[in-house]
């Protein structure tokens, strides 16, 4: 069992950053409206998520460390049409198998929360704790005992940014939640609740809010919303682009190719727009199954995509001024 885990968790955990994206989607998927990541060492020495969610009992508490507990799916059917981020039970077992890990959680009706000590696997310590409603999630020393993955983390910089990434994504999806990020103590990012508009602005942290424009499209069933700017003046990269099919960040080719037709003629070369796009299909037209930690899916109306994209692109890009 525990060696199962240990193998998952190469699947599923890379680096702190994936860490951290598998426990926010826990958060967001939990009903959290408001979390808080903090790191030290790019996320090596620690990483902490607190989330005001639905939290769990004890008896849930325990079990959502099994392998493919998840309390998500219940029926195979349920796998065709995933709502929620997680579903596979498998991110927890996995990161408890490759840290010392802690698990604080309580329900808002319950008088007090539950902690369970994990350390390579194996359940050290379980008790009752005071704290507020929720989930606090601690994992130190990730990989302390799978030397060979230790070996393949980055600087802490390279490990802050990459956290940096995962959190600005999971903020850009969900305005409605307040996120805070703090790096070896400094905050990184916080913001409060708020609208899409206001929170790609705060998020990319430049004066872009007033350049972005509106998109709402359908087509074929596909709705494409979201804000798209102009080509930024000074030199930019495509990491202010965010793209979600239902809800999850993506970093797909078909996608990719759709805006870059968009902006053909727009974009000049290292002179990328700000945008923030949702993409919403039945979820039985998308696999988002491909890989646990690639931003990869997989659709099954492929050029569907591509062209109710571009559609809702070009319908503002061309009443647009730039
Ligand atoms: P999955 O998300 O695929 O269901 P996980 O291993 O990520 O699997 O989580 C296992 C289960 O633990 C979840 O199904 C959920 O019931 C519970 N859980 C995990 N994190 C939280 C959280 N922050 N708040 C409430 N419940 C949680
Ligand atoms: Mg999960």
Known sequence: ETITNKIAAGEVVERPASVIKELLENSLDAGASDVSVEIAAGGRRLIRITDNGHGMSREDALLSLERHATSKIRTDSDLD?????????????????????????????SLEGTEIIVEGGRVKDVKAC?????????????????????????????????VGDTVARMAVSRPEVAFRLASDDREMLRVQRSDLRRRIAQTVGKDAAAALHEVA????????????SGPQSVRSTTSAMFTYINGRFVRDKVVQHAIMQAYRGVIDRGRYPILALFIELPPGEVD????????EVRFRRQSAVHDALQAALEGVLRRSPW
Request: overall charge positive.
């Open 288 to 295: 988002v199954n491909v890989h646990p930690t690639k931003h």
């Open 130 to 162: 005071g704290m507020a409603p929720g989930t606090v999630i601690s994992v130190e020393q990730l990989f302390f005992n799978t030397p060979a993955r230790l070996k393949f983390l980055r600087s802490a910089e390279t490990e802050t940014g990459h």
């Open 81 to 109: 049409g995933i709502l929620t981020l997680g579903f596979r039970g498998e991110a927890l077992p996995s990161i408890a198998s490759v840290s010392r890990f802690r698990l604080a959680t309580r329900e808002a009706g």
């Open 217 to 228: 499209g359908t087509e074929g069933g596909i709705t494409v919303t979201g804000f798209i």
